[in-house]
């Protein structure tokens, strides 16, 4: 290797941290696509509920909405609907916020992010979670969603 | 002196270098926990840690050739000792570190081409809500060290030793330290919100591991359909070994010089000449310096064939 990347690699490695506390460590994480902001900006948040046959107390998700919309200052939006149309238009950008079971192992687990969970229905054969979805990668506000769910249904209480 | 088996001038060096890679092992592993703990759903640090845990490869390779080479005795089945295994092992190692060259570039490569946003959720830790990009920091800054480290002092024993394995084993762990650097960069770039940062940081290293890696292939392979003997560190003929290839064509004209490597020895066969009346040393034909004698290991006369009976 030659010694020009040598000093690229060590300038990586050393000036990116100072970077970032010259610039303020506690700004990170970002949203690449600026979820967070947006709601802000628009003060709506747009939040898909997945319909679900089972019978299930709603009262989790009723506060995950309302203490998001609290944070945020935004009015909450909802819409209704199958899980794989509110998911793609999660993805797509077009909704904040999914909320509705998801088995163990979802195989849209990797393609959005789950929230820890609020609450449990299904069968023991096929036991569910409720959580709330979140787009990939938009880490400011995953995370914004993850410490409303966690305040919510504190893991371990969680079911 | 018996033709097999390491030098005894080696013996001292030997010895630091197995010390050297049982430390090596020792804090490979203990990155290999602190980057597990700290995983998460990123692509950048599973590709980080499964370089970290393939560049146990190479200690482990060197630990078990050191074994054989210093504990085995030639025997019927292995009648010229075990001095190859280092080469085996060189083979092993520089395999591993092209493959580790290869796997980081294509998934640095077909994480830009799926335009993939890697979230990075938090943690709760101390009752406080924690960004797992912030430990992921922590665990890259500490994945730096011990290798940064390890690797200086493994590249003057290697020379020391003439031992490709060895040398193989500084260029991983180089390869590690700064992929721990790119995956800084790519993490911090994450929380910056560039989604590509960590792609684009990860596969210019990827590219330079992967030419170390298929240069000590090369350099491997050649040793092992008896090549002759390459330089330490890049696929060039070895200098040492072309000087002793003229010093024999000088003391016997007319003759082929053929050289080949096992492990760290040079041995040279001498085609169409006799050997000398007087019973000389391998070392006696070593041109440059005595402290490096030890190389040469054999010199073996093959007399013209005129000279031997018919069938």
């Known amino acids: 290797m030659g010694a020009g990347r040598f000093c690229f690699a060590m300038k990586v490695a050393f000036l990116f941290p100072a970077l970032l506390l010259l610039g303020g460590c506690h700004a990170l994480p970002r949203d690449p696509d600026g979820t967070s902001t947006q709601i802000m900006r628009s003060g709506i948040l747009r939040v898909g509920l997945i319909d679900d046959p089972h019978p299930f107390d709603r009262g989790q998700t009723a506060a995950l909405i309302a203490r998001l919309a609290q944070e945020t200052g935004a009015k909450p939006q909802t819409a209704r609907g199958a899980a794989e149309p509110l998911l793609a238009d999660l993805d797509a950008g077009r909704l904040d916020l999914v909320i509705g079971p998801f088995a163990a192992d979802s195989p849209w ?4 992010a789950l929230a820890p969970p609020l609450a449990a229905s299904g069968t023991d054969d096929a036991p569910l979670q409720w959580q709330a979805a979140a787009r990939n990668g938009e880490n400011r506000w995953i995370m914004t969603v993850e410490q409303a769910s966690r305040a919510i249904a504190p893991e371990g209480d969680a079911p | 002196m018996s033709d097999v088996g390491p030098p005894r001038e080696l013996d001292a060096p030997m010895a630091k270098a197995v010390r050297l890679e049982y430390w090596n092992i020792f804090w490979t592993l203990t990155i290999i926990l602190v980057m597990g703990l700290v995983l998460g759903q990123s692509e950048t640090m599973k590709t980080a840690w499964v370089e970290d845990t393939l560049g146990l490869v190479p200690p482990i390779m060197f630990l078990i050739a050191a074994r054989a080479e210093r504990r085995g005795h030639p025997s019927r089945r292995y009648p010229f ?37 890697a979230t990075v959720g938090s943690v709760r830790l101390l009752d406080r809500d924690i960004w797992l990009g912030w430990l992921m920091l922590a665990a890259q800054l500490y994945s730096l060290v011990p290798p940064l480290i390890i690797g200086r002092k493994e ?26 650097a790119a995956g800084l960069a790519g993490v911090a770039g994450l929380g910056l919100g560039w989604w590509w940062a960590d ?8 590219l330079d591991v992967l030419n170390d890696g298929i240069k000590a292939l090369r350099s491997s392979t050649a040793e092992l359909i008896d090549g002759a003997p390459r330089a330490l560190s890049s696929t060039d003929l070895s200098e040492d070994a072309q000087a002793v290839c003229t010093r024999l064509m000088e003391a016997f004209p007319g003759a082929t010089v053929r050289l080949r490597e ?33 190389r040469l290991a054999q010199v073996s006369f093959i007399p013209p064939i ?3 009976p018919p069938a």
């Open chain 2, 306 to 308: 005129e000279d031997q």
């Open chain 1, 109 to 112: 687990k990797t393609m959005v």
């Open chain 2, 262 to 294: 096992t492990g760290r020895l040079i041995r040279a066969e001498v085609h169409g000449a006799r050997p000398p009346a007087q019973c000389r040393h391998p070392r006696h034909y070593w041109p440059g310096d005595k402290d490096r004698a030890w």
């Open chain 2, 199 to 206: 792609s684009v940081a990860a596969a210019v290293i990827s």
């Open chain 2, 155 to 180: 590249l003057p024993l290697a020379e020391a030793l003439n031992d490709k394995l060895l040398h193989t084993d500084a260029l991983m762990n180089k390869a590690n330290w700064l992929t721990g």
């Open chain 2, 81 to 117: 000792g075990f001095d190859r295994v280092n080469g085996l092992g060189f083979f092993v190692a520089a395999v591993a570190l092209a493959a580790v060259g290869a796997l980081l570039l294509y998934n640095a490569v077909t994480a830009l081409i799926a335009a993939e946003h």
